[in-house]
């Protein structure tokens, strides 16, 4: 089945500890991105990959660091996590960029920063 | 960024059709129309994309302006499950940013039974 996971589903942890959050596809899709959602502001992208070895910011970026270093994973690491990164976040992928392909979504990750 | 503009809200009874609008004034000639819905405690989900003619699939149907300046979604008989809520988006298909959909916030569709 044509997908995206996330690992953790939910996660919370302390300010200052270092997290990932894994994305992975089966699609051999090129492009990969992060949005974060938070009520009253919807989603907005965060980071997102062209290819592999491939990264760019989105409009959110600050506090976020990700990397391409296989097509089928595009992780989101938060290496000082801060209260004001509680949110829910959704990866994404489609086949490549350019052309008005769909995007696949995961079921999302909350992460809570206390 | 070409921007969209969506009702807040709006309500439909279970089996009935259902029209979903969106304006877009400042759309180019490259940007497709492209419509995502969110179920509840999920991720986007895509339903449908066009460029100038109308299209249809098995979701819903998209019926696109002559001057593309606005279009519709249509879900032919709303059931529970199509509550959700529903973003209208212009895909730049030039450009770094290709393939960045930019979310507003969305008209939430409420099915009564």
């Known amino acids: 089945e044509a997908q995206v996971t996330q690992n953790p589903r939910y996660l919370i942890t302390v300010t200052g500890k270092k997290l990932t959050v894994t994305c992975s596809q089966n699609?051999?899709?090129?492009?990969m991105s992060w949005y974060r959602q938070d009520p009253g502001l919807g989603l907005r992208q965060i980071y997102y990959?062209?290819?592999?070895?491939?990264?760019d910011k989105g409009d959110v970026p600050e506090g976020y660091k990700v990397s391409r270093k296989e097509k089928r994973n595009f992780p989101l690491i938060l290496e000082s996590p801060s209260p004001n990164q509680t949110s829910l976040y959704f990866c994404a992928s489609r086949i490549r960029t350019g052309g008005p392909y769909e995007q696949y979504f995961g079921p999302g990750t909350r992460l809570t920063v206390t | 960024d070409a921007k969209t503009t969506q009702p807040n809200s709006m309500e439909s009874n279970e089996e009935e059709p259902v029209h979903l609008p969106c304006n877009h004034s400042t759309i180019s000639g490259t940007d497709y129309i492209h419509w995502y819905r969110q179920l509840p405690s999920q991720g986007p989900e895509y339903v449908i994309h066009g460029l100038t003619s109308n299209v249809n699939n098995r979701m819903a149907s998209l019926a696109i302006a002559e001057d593309r300046k606005s279009s519709t979604l249509i879900l032919h008989r709303a059931t529970l499950r199509d509550a959700a809520v529903y973003y209208c988006?212009?895909?730049?298909?030039?450009?770094?940013?290709?393939?960045?959909?930019?979310f507003g916030k969305g008209t939430k569709l409420s099915v009564k039974p």
């Open positions: 990959s062209m290819n592999v070895e491939v990264t």
């Open positions: 988006i212009l895909l730049q298909n030039y450009g770094g940013s290709q393939g960045n959909l930019i």
């Open positions: 699609m051999n899709h090129e492009y």
